[in-house]
């Protein structure tokens, strides 16, 4: 088994095309070889106007995002649903962010094709109902479409009316 594992411009161009077609606007790109692996590293690829409904892990899984390219906000929320922190990541931005663990957050993409390298404490868990912000709607609503351009204009990106 080789020593390096490379990834190139034409998986990070994959995973673009991947967010692009799909109808949720994001796409991710797993590097570790297993759900269960003690370390997950991903790229995720957002397009303007997906909805990562605002959600937690619990307070020992941190998150760590590094910008490769693209703009992108980290939005971390209080109990009430109000907007505590705002971070931008990626050109002329902040470079990488990481979030604790235990704060509401959602991630909102500034530009076409943003794509971040995510680094967190595996093994993969998926999401239970308890970990969406009870104050959040669910993705593919209109209340959730509106939350994606409101948190766009709080990081400065001004989007299409309708989207």
Same mark, same amino acid.
């Given at each position: 088994?080789?020593?390096?594992?490379?990834?190139?411009?034409?998986?990070?161009?994959?995973?673009?095309?991947?967010?692009?077609?799909?109808?949720?606007?994001?796409?991710?790109?797993?590097?570790?070889?297993?759900?269960?692996?003690?370390?997950?590293?991903?790229?995720?690829?957002?397009?303007?106007?997906?909805?990562?409904?605002?959600?937690?892990?619990?307070?020992?899984?941190?998150?760590?995002?590094? /910008? #490769?390219? *693209?703009? &992108? =906000?980290?939005?971390?929320?209080?109990? +009430? $649903?109000?907007?505590?922190? !705002? /971070? #931008?990541? *990626?050109? &002329? =931005?902040?470079?990488?962010?990481?979030? +604790? $663990?235990?704060?509401?957050? !959602?991630? #909102?993409?500034?530009?076409?094709?943003?794509?971040?390298?995510?680094?967190?404490?595996?093994?993969?868990?998926?999401?239970?109902?308890?970990?969406?912000?009870?104050?959040?709607?669910?993705?593919?609503?209109?209340?959730?479409?509106?939350?994606?351009?409101?948190?766009?204009?709080?990081?400065?990106?001004?989007?299409?009316?309708?989207?």
């Amino acid at each position: 088994m080789p020593a390096l594992k490379v990834f190139d411009a034409a998986a990070l161009a994959d995973t673009q095309a991947a967010a692009a077609g799909s109808p949720r606007r994001r796409a991710n790109l797993n590097l570790h070889p297993t759900l269960a692996d003690p370390v997950q590293r991903l790229l995720n690829v957002f397009q303007p106007g997906t909805y990562i409904r605002p959600h937690r892990h619990e307070a020992s899984r941190f998150e760590l995002f590094l /910008a #490769v390219a *693209g703009r &992108a =906000a980290i939005v971390t929320f209080d109990e +009430a $649903g109000d907007v505590a922190e !705002t /971070a #931008v990541i *990626g050109s &002329a =931005a902040a470079w990488a962010v990481e979030l +604790a $663990g235990g704060a509401w957050h !959602t991630v #909102v993409s500034l530009a076409d094709d943003t794509a971040l390298f995510e680094v967190k404490p595996g093994p993969y868990r998926p999401l239970a109902k308890s970990d969406f912000a009870p104050w959040s709607p669910p993705e593919g609503t209109a209340a959730a479409a509106d939350l994606v351009r409101r948190w766009e204009a709080l990081a400065g990106v001004a989007t299409a009316p309708g989207r």
